[in-house]
C-alpha cells in the first residue's frame, strides 16, 4: 500500500512561469474567479483586468456563449487525431477566420500558442523556399526587440536579451535589425510615431552582407508588445514590405498580441495597410479560453505544397492538439462574441478617449514616454540606478493593491484591457496607475 505523501506547504511543487518565484511565494496574488472586466482574488477583492489576462481574453471574462461552446465540445467529441483526419468545426473554424484576414491570407495552420505558432511560420518559410527549388534561403531575419515567444526558433529570431542570455545555443543563420524605439525623436508620440520609416533599410544592410538568396524570411511584430509596447513609425512597414518584394524574401507578421481587435481593426496588418506573407497568431483567437494559436498563410505559399509531385503528407508538421476540439469550439464561440458585441472594430471606437486618458500621466513622476494605439498603451518610466524594471514593478504592485491588475515589461508599464472596455474603467485604471506613479515615487 502506498503511504500518504509528507504533506507540504500548497505552495512548495509549483515551479511558476515568468515569476519571482521566492518573492512570489512571501505575497501570493492568486486568482480564483473572473467575470467581464474583473478578477476575483483568494480573499474575494474584485480586481479590475486592465490586460485582458495577459493580452488575450479581449471579450472579457465568462462569457456564455464561448463556456457553452467549450462545455457542449466536450460533452460530444473531446479529442480527433490531426493525423490524416480531423472533426467538422477545425474546417468551419479556419473559414470564419479567413473572412477576418487581408485578402490572400486564406489558409489557416492550427497550434496550441503563440511561441508554436511563430515556429511553425518559420519552419513554413524554410519549406516554402526548398519546395520551389530555393532551398539555399535558410536564413532568418528578426529584430532587436522582438518578442516571438520562448521556443527555439522564437528566441533566435526574438531580439529579448532576457530571453537568450541563459540558453546559449540558438539557431545559426539568424541576423537581426535594428529596434525601431528612438524616444529623442517620438516621445510621446500619439499613435504612430513620426519619425523612423527609414529604419526599415537596415534590411538593405543585411541583404548586402548575407545576399538576399540566403534570406528566407523576415518577421516582425506590427506593434511590439512584450518589449515595452513598440509602434512602427508611419511608413516602415510599408518599406519592409517592398523590400521583401524586391528580394523574394518572405514577410512574417508576429500578431500574437495585435491580432484580434486590439489596434481597432481585426489584424494590425489591416491597421496599417500592409499584408504579410505569412501570419502568427494565437491569445485573442480562443479569447484565452482554451490554448489555441495559429498560423494564416498566404494561398501562393500553400499552393507552392500542393503543387509538388504528391507525397503522403506536403508539410510534415503539427502538434496533436493541432485543431483541438475544444480549441475550435472555443473560437467559434470567441467568433460569434466578438461579432455579436462588434469588439473587433470597438478599439477604433475608444482610441481617442484611451489615448487622451494615459496621455493626462504625461507630468507624473518618472514618466519618460507614453506610446498608444487601439486599445493598448504603453508609460514608460525612467529606471532606477541599478535596479532595471524594479520601478514598473513596484508600480504593478501598488495597482494590484488597489484592486487593478495592470502589466510590466522592463520598465514599462503596459496596459491591454479588454475591448469591452467602458469609459469608467479607463478611467480607474489610468486614475489607479496615477496614484501608484505618485506613490511609488
Ligand atoms: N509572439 C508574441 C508577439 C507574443 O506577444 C507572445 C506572447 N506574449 C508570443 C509570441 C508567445 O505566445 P505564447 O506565450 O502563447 O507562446
Not at 476540439?325 to 455579436?340: F, I
Not at 478617449?353 to 519618460?368: G, N, T, W, Y
Request: neutral net charge; charged residues 20%.
Amino acid at each position: 500500500m502506498s503511504s500518504t505523501p509528507d504533506a507540504k506547504p500548497s505552495t512548495s511543487a509549483y515551479w511558476m512561469p515568468f515569476t519571482a518565484n521566492r518573492q512570489f511565494k512571501k505575497a501570493p496574488r492568486l486568482l480564483t474567479q473572473a467575470d467581464g472586466m474583473y478578477f476575483r482574488d483568494e480573499q474575494g477583492r474584485q480586481v479590475l483586468d486592465g490586460i485582458a489576462g495577459l493580452w488575450c481574453v479581449n471579450a472579457g471574462h465568462n462569457r456564455p456563449r464561448i463556456v457553452q461552446a467549450i462545455q457542449q465540445q466536450a460533452a460530444e467529441l473531446d479529442f480527433a487525431p490531426p493525423f490524416q483526419m480531423s472533426h467538422p468545426k477545425a474546417f468551419e473554424l479556419a473559414e470564419r477566420l479567413v473572412q477576418l484576414t487581408p485578402a490572400g491570407l486564406n489558409k489557416v495552420f492550427f497550434t496550441n500558442s503563440g511561441s508554436e505558432s511563430v515556429d511553425t511560420a518559420l519552419k513554413m518559410a524554410l519549406a516554402y523556399h526548398r519546395a520551389r527549388g530555393e532551398g539555399h534561403r535558410t536564413r532568418l531575419i528578426g529584430r532587436e526587440r522582438g518578442y516571438h515567444g520562448v521556443n527555439f526558433g522564437g528566441i533566435s529570431v526574438g531580439g529579448m536579451v532576457a530571453n537568450r542570455k541563459m540558453f546559449g545555443t540558438m539557431l545559426s543563420g539568424v541576423d537581426h535589425l535594428r529596434h525601431t524605439h528612438d524616444p529623442a525623436r517620438n516621445a510621446f508620440s500619439v499613435g504612430q510615431p513620426q519619425h523612423g520609416a527609414e529604419l526599415a533599410d537596415d534590411l538593405e544592410r543585411l541583404v548586402a552582407l548575407h545576399d538576399a538568396s540566403t534570406i528566407a524570411a523576415v518577421i516582425v511584430e506590427p506593434v511590439a508588445g512584450s518589449t515595452g509596447v513598440l509602434l512602427p513609425p508611419q511608413g516602415y512597414l510599408q518599406r519592409l514590405r517592398e523590400i521583401c518584394d524586391r528580394h523574394g524574401i518572405l514577410l512574417i507578421f508576429d500578431e500574437v498580441i495585435t491580432g484580434f481587435g486590439r489596434t481597432g481593426q481585426p489584424f494590425a496588418a489591416q491597421t496599417f495597410g500592409v499584408t504579410p506573407d505569412l501570419m502568427t497568431v494565437a491569445k485573442g483567437m480562443s479569447n484565452g479560453c482554451v490554448p489555441m494559436g495559429a498560423v494564416f498563410a498566404h494561398q501562393r505559399i500553400h499552393d507552392t505544397f500542393m503543387t509538388g509531385p504528391e507525397h503522403l503528407i506536403e508539410f510534415f508538421h503539427g502538434y496533436t492538439y493541432s485543431g483541438h476540439p475544444l480549441a475550435c469550439a472555443a473560437a467559434l464561440g470567441t467568433l460569434d462574441t466578438y461579432a455579436e458585441d462588434g469588439l473587433l472594430t470597438r478599439a477604433s471606437t475608444l482610441q481617442s478617449a484611451f489615448a487622451e486618458a494615459v496621455h493626462s500621466l504625461r507630468d507624473e513622476p518618472h514618466v519618460i514616454d507614453i506610446r498608444n494605439i487601439g486599445l493598448v498603451a504603453g508609460i514608460e518610466l525612467a529606471p532606477r540606478a541599478q535596479e532595471p524594471g524594479k520601478r514598473a514593478f513596484d508600480v504593478f504592485l501598488d495597482c494590484w493593491e488597489q484592486g487593478v491588475l495592470v502589466r510590466t515589461t522592463g520598465d514599462t508599464v503596459a496596459l491591454s484591457p479588454p475591448l469591452i472596455i467602458e469609459p469608467e474603467h479607463i478611467d480607474r485604471l489610468v486614475n489607479t496607475l496615477r496614484q501608484a506613479l505618485r506613490r511609488v515615487a
